[in-house]
């Protein structure tokens, strides 16, 4: 995993993880992410990519560095602001 030291309590940090940069999943995901980036901007998120040994896993941390939400399959980007807005 990515050292999310220097991020912390500056930014959030989203991370995509897959196997292949050539993920039909993670292709979306990254254009879903991309059409939101005003109000990801807002809410002080990066968005960080990581090679993996299985399938499509996103994560968000929070600013304090820990594990706020994850998924292994098709997402809303209005949950990620759900979990966001309500901490």
Do not use: C
Request: charged share 45%; hydrophobic share 35%.
């Amino acid at each position: 995993m990515k050292d999310l030291k220097k991020y912390q309590w500056k930014n959030r940090v989203i991370i995509l993880k897959d196997r292949s940069t050539e993920s039909p999943t993670l292709k979306r995901a990254k254009e879903r992410l991309m059409r939101e980036m005003p109000e990801l901007k807002e809410r002080d998120v990066v968005i960080l990519e990581e090679g993996a040994s299985s399938d499509f896993h996103i994560e968000l941390y929070g600013k304090d560095g820990g594990k706020k939400w994850e998924s292994d399959a098709d997402f809303s980007v209005k949950d990620i602001f759900k979990t966001i807005d309500a901490n």
